[in-house]
C-alpha cells in the first residue's frame, strides 16, 4: 500500500473466494495443496511507506486451520539495501 488506503500496490498470492468452484474449496487439504501451486509475488519497491491490508470483507468466517495450521506470508528483501 502507498500513502493511502486506496493506493494499493499488489495482492498476495493465495485463494480468494467464498463459495467452492468460485476461488474457494470445500477441504481444507484442497485449499493448501492448490495455494502451495502460486508462484511468490514480487514487488520492488521504490522505497516510502510500505502498508499491508488484508483484503476481506467477512471477518467473522476467518478461522483456525485444521491443527494450528494457518496461511503465512513474509516479506523479504532480495539484494542490498541503497
Given at each position: 500500500?502507498?500513502?493511502?488506503?486506496?493506493?494499493?500496490?499488489?495482492?498476495?498470492?493465495?485463494?480468494?473466494?467464498?463459495?467452492?468452484?468460485?476461488?474457494?474449496?470445500?477441504?481444507?487439504?484442497?485449499?493448501?495443496?492448490?495455494?502451495?501451486?502460486?508462484?511468490?509475488?514480487?514487488?520492488?519497491?521504490?522505497?516510502?511507506?510500505?502498508?499491508?491490508?488484508?483484503?476481506?470483507?467477512?471477518?467473522?468466517?476467518?478461522?483456525?486451520?485444521?491443527?494450528?495450521?494457518?496461511?503465512?506470508?513474509s516479506l523479504k528483501r532480495l539484494g542490498a539495501c541503497d
Amino acid at each position: 500500500m502507498g500513502d493511502s488506503t486506496a493506493d494499493k500496490k499488489v495482492g498476495l498470492p493465495g485463494n480468494v473466494g467464498v463459495f467452492a468452484g468460485s476461488g474457494a474449496y470445500a477441504e481444507f487439504e484442497d485449499c493448501v495443496t492448490a495455494s502451495k501451486l502460486l508462484p511468490p509475488v514480487t514487488y520492488e519497491h521504490p522505497g516510502g511507506k510500505l502498508g499491508i491490508w488484508l483484503q476481506d470483507s467477512n471477518y467473522p468466517d476467518n478461522v483456525a486451520g485444521l491443527d494450528g495450521r494457518n496461511p503465512k506470508w513474509s516479506l523479504k528483501r532480495l539484494g542490498a539495501c541503497d
